[in-house]
């Protein structure tokens, strides 16, 4: 990475652009309340949590966890079994 490189190994500036996917479109810190050095992405608005793998953030709703949708149950699988395959 760059001499520059901040939390998880990712730009400063990027940090400062990137925002939560959601509606709210909350800003992202690094860590989880938690754990402050995982390998994550919280966002400060609805407290949804994007994991960060090899250093790329991750910024789908689906892969995140926690927020106002998470009932504390685990997601099972990894597919979306209510979406119809292609057409």
Known sequence: MSAGAGPLGLDPVLLEIL???APDHGALRPGTPD???????????CG???????????????????G?????ST???GGSAGTPAGG
Do not use: F, M, N
């Open 19 to 21: 925002a939560c996917p």
């Open 48 to 66: 949804r949590i994007y994991p960060v793998t090899e250093g790329i953030p991750v910024l789908l709703l689906e892969e995140a966890t926690g």
């Open 35 to 45: 754990d402050e050095s995982a390998t994550a992405l919280t966002c400060q608005s």
């Open 75 to 77: 997601h099972q699988g």
């Open 68 to 72: 106002p949708d998470d009932d504390g």
